[in-house]
């Protein structure tokens, strides 16, 4: 049984009702354990002011969203770079325990799913060396194939995996049950990643009927993933993360008294 | 370059426009080498007539659509094996290359995904058993991911090969580019089939704004797939198949003048 204190909120979740500061107060609210804000929450408030909030409600940041987005540009172009060095920078700021990377679909106008991931292959590579220089964690988060042109053209854990062992150390692995519960190498994988690579833990659910490719995902429980059987396969490895819920719901969750959604997580959470 | 001989017209390009006789003129009128029709089409005009009208204009039937679904109950019912058995049947009274398998998601309610994959590979099994014994080969078709809940949880030429080896004769893979485009071991798992085991070879694109899970496929050309890459390493297996074209377009191919679905596919495909 999961409690809230085990539990870290993705402020995606209430991305529609809450800014930094609001999601910051609902976790204090009700005991969560962790936060991971995005980019452009701590755009909000400035840096300093973020971290002073959420180190004050004593929060982890399970990982800041995100870095990433290698294939912006037909090159890997200095301003690429520079965006990804500034995300390590503010995952150092605010304490996070890992930089998540969402690495970018298909170069632009680009049909070169293989010269795509070289250049994402090199940027995350050069991205890792500053970031092991203020040990911050990369976390690359291996997307569901089917933002795969658009997104992320890691789409499976194995293929993640086969990057980190290329890079060595400092690097690792964001296992969303989301983008990754349909992997018939899914529990392999993991025991593969073992406790090193494995750095976060997302949460939310597949609707059977699902109706938009980005914008609705289910709240646990009310899809068909066996979240409770993948998380012991993280426990197998001596996992210890928060359990991260990210929950992208336009017409849904995003609709409602995000008191409510915090509510309903929690009672989830604790029966999967 | 591809020609129109080397074609095959999968019936569910014109769905909405022909049915069986009217996608057989088609066929003729374009001097197309194939034809792959779903099991609906044989019923229009029974199985014998369906036979003779694919017979005299000496089409090649690239696949019999489909047998599969060994989900579709908790049981792996006879009433599941029957219809199986009569695919099969169906597909050797039509001359068909091969039976194409939609093998099915998760069983009603269920969130059992390593038991409805082990439901669905026994049903794959007897059912080949008995092709065996009429020659027919089965073909598993992997579906994309985004398709694992709910109508096949085969989703990797990887998995869906690891199934053909423990299995053995008499079955192999579809393999279509909208399902499998993304996949970093594409290549090396069209090698690990090699000629006995790609039976199929299934064309379409994948846009870059899909609206719609299933009914927004692309024209060859209009998405982002590599296929003239894919297609090489396919005749790198000496795969001498045709080229099915299967485009699920509910707002745009659809809707269109069937000869002129069929112009530009042909164009397409001499570039791709």
């Known amino acids: 049984m999961i409690k809230a204190e085990q539990m870290s909120l993705n402020t995606a979740t209430v991305k529609e009702q809450c800014n930094l500061r609001q999601a910051i107060d609902l976790c204090a609210r009700y005991g969560i354990g962790g936060i991971a804000p995005w980019r452009e929450n701590l755009k909000e408030c400035g840096l300093d002011e973020a971290n002073r909030m959420i180190q004050d409600q004593g929060l982890r940041v399970s990982g800041l969203c995100r870095g990433g987005m290698f294939t912006l540009e037909n090159q890997l172009s200095q301003n690429i770079l520079d965006n990804n060095k500034k995300a390590v920078d503010e995952a150092v700021a605010i304490h996070a325990e890992c930089l998540v990377m969402v690495v970018g679909g298909l170069k632009p106008n680009s049909k070169d799913l293989i010269g795509s991931r070289k250049q994402m292959e090199e940027g995350l590579f050069k991205t890792l060396e500053y970031a092991r220089t203020v040990k911050m964690p990369i976390a690359i988060e291996p997307l569901h194939p089917m933002y795969a042109a658009d997104r992320a053209c890691v789409n499976t854990l194995k293929y993640a995996l086969d990057i980190c062992d290329g890079m060595g150390a400092g690097i690792g692995i964001a296992v969303d049950v989301y983008h990754t519960w349909w992997d018939p190498e899914l529990k392999s994988q993991i025991k593969r990643a073992g406790k090193e690579r494995l750095l976060a ?59 409510e959604v915090i509510r309903i997580c929690i009672e989830r959470l604790a029966v999967c």
């Open 201 to 259: 833990f997302h949460l939310s659910d597949w609707l059977m009927e699902t109706k938009h490719f980005l914008l609705d995902r289910g709240m646990m429980g009310d899809g068909v993933i066996d979240i409770s059987r993948i998380r012991k396969w993280m426990e197998s490895e001596s996992f210890e993360m928060l359990n991260e819920v990210e929950i992208f719901s336009a017409e849904n969750w995003w609709k409602r008294d995000p008191d």
